[in-house]
């Protein structure tokens, strides 16, 4: 990976735990259903649709030391080529994971704890990564003050800065974004969907001057989602660009589709340099990656946990079984040793 020729993807990864039912259970405080175990996190899930697509990728977060989960999360990153030199390991944060209720395909309700929210960045380490970077991806599952401490270093460097809204709850930290007279959009992008869009955006309407929503948003360009209607993009040059969605006849899950929007814009503006929305390539890079997020169950295409990964007990049994092959050579070199050792201590006595 050369020097300022990857994309800086800056936030949560973490194990994520999808739970699955039918609409009939929904009156039941114990839900019938099924479980799902995957690897995720809104900048992971970017991080590897981008690197899925041969978009060379750096990574920084904070995760867990020890932790089991971030042994998992490190050989994603090795299985995608992405590049995690930048990732502080701490052993006092949380652990870090997702908890999400799935009905009729659609995320209902979910609950989280992001550990790299409480860490506290390594301003020398993230500059430098930053520095060396094509551009810098963020998302709202970091503290306000990381948000703006990140916008900050990124605008110092000249690096476009694109962002990801997470949720409603954690949208508002968006407003955190560091801006100045002489930078009034700081983000190239924000892209959120039409719940996060009402609670981040004050008195937010459809058909609101697209010169306002970006202004609130301190965006160039901000792309609102709305499911089964598409996604509507708002610049700063005062436009408003309507979109159907990508035209799919199986979906297994939404969960992922916003992540893949933003993964394929940040893709467009690698190749061409900026974001355009003229012409229909960035249209048609948008519609194949979320098309691929809606073939399968989780949130990326190689989140889910694999059968036997969270096997621990064949896992201990295999690594007791490698301590015994070594410690049987062991025993065997110094069997040898003290037999030479007895051989030539007879020797010398007997002469």
């Not at 990728?57 to 590049?83: D, H, M, P, Q, W």
């Not at 968006?174 to 100045?180: H, I, L």
Request: glycine letters at 6%; hydrophobic letters at 40%; proline letters at 2%.
């Amino acid at each position: 990976m050369k020097d300022k020729d990857y994309v800086l993807v800056i936030g949560s990864a973490h194990l994520d735990i999808l739970a699955y039912y039918d609409k009939c259970e929904e009156e039941f405080i114990d839900k019938k259903g099924s479980f799902e175990y995957s690897i995720g996190g809104t900048a992971f899930n970017i991080a590897v649709d981008l690197a899925r697509h041969s978009v060379p990728v750096c990574f920084y977060t904070a995760l867990k030391k020890g932790s089991l989960a971030t042994e998992f999360i490190i050989k994603r990153f090795k299985k995608n080529l992405i590049n995690y030199n930048y990732i502080q390991f701490e052993e006092l944060l949380p652990e870090s994971g997702f908890i999400a209720h799935m009905s009729e395909k659609n995320l209902i309700s979910a609950v989280s704890c992001m550990g790299v929210e409480n860490a506290t960045l390594n301003t020398e380490t993230l500059s430098s990564a930053i520095e060396n970077s094509k551009f810098v991806v963020m998302e709202c599952n970091l503290a306000p003050h990381q948000i703006n401490t990140v916008s900050k270093l990124a605008l110092s460097a000249s690096k476009m800065i694109f962002m990801g809204g997470v949720s409603e709850s954690k949208v508002k930290r968006a407003k955190n974004v560091y801006s100045s007279e002489e930078n009034q959009y700081p983000l190239e992008l924000l892209s959120v969907s039409q719940k996060e869009a009402k609670a981040f955006l004050k008195d937010y309407r459809p058909n609101e001057d697209p010169l306002n929503i970006c202004k609130q948003a301190k965006a160039k360009n901000v792309v609102i989602t709305n499911g089964e209607q598409g996604f509507s993009v708002y610049t700063e040059k005062g436009e408003k660009l309507d979109f159907n969605p990508p035209d799919v006849k199986t979906v297994k899950s939404t969960s992922g589709a916003g992540d893949a929007l933003i993964a394929a814009i940040c893709n467009y503006a690698y190749d061409n340099g900026n974001v355009s929305w003229k012409g229909s390539s960035i249209i048609e890079l948008i519609y194949s990656y979320i098309e691929e997020i809606l073939s399968v169950n989780t949130a990326t295409i190689d989140g889910s946990m694999k059968d036997g990964e969270l096997n621990f007990e064949k896992d201990e049994e295999g690594k007791l079984e490698k301590e015994f092959k070594l410690s049987d050579k062991i025993n065997i070199i110094i069997g040898v040793i003290i037999a030479l050792g007895t051989i030539i201590l007879v020797y010398f006595t007997w002469r």
